[in-house]
């Protein structure tokens, strides 16, 4: 399956964003999915995960109460709403794609990776 991140840009702080990932050459349906962000000299982290229907998510402490993924597999698409960003937000974006029916939190869970799309809030 490959991933394509998109809707990324540059947002003041205290704004919104939503991010998309489209999927092709596989449908979702059976795909958890997941978001993950990477600053410039930290790791990547865990951001949010949605499980293969949309029925459970799970979100990092960071973004808690921000943050909100969804998925429409329909479209076979992903989404990352963003409010009340924050400077310390700024990172490239990333979605991620497992075939498996759990939550998933961690980068070496996911066997399918998007090329990222940059999200900077400017303060």
């Known amino acids: 399956v490959q991933l394509q991140a998109s809707g990324g840009g540059l947002v003041q702080a205290g704004g919104s964003l939503r991010i998309s990932c489209v999927a092709s050459?596989?449908?979702?349906?059976?795909?958890?999915m997941g978001w993950f962000r990477q600053a410039p000299g930290k790791e990547r982290e865990f951001v949010a995960a949605i499980n293969w229907s949309g029925g459970a998510t799970y979100y990092a402490d960071s973004v808690k109460g921000r943050f909100t993924i969804s998925r429409d597999n329909a479209k076979n698409t992903v989404y990352l709403q963003m409010n009340s960003l924050k400077p310390e937000d700024t990172a490239v974006y990333y979605c991620?794609?497992?075939?498996?029916?759990?939550?998933?939190?961690?980068?070496?869970?996911?066997?399918?990776w998007g090329q990222g799309t940059q999200v900077t809030v400017s303060s």
């Open positions: 991620a794609a497992d075939l498996s029916k759990r939550l998933l939190r961690k980068v070496p869970e996911y066997d399918y």
């Open positions: 050459g596989r449908t979702l349906n059976n795909y958890a």
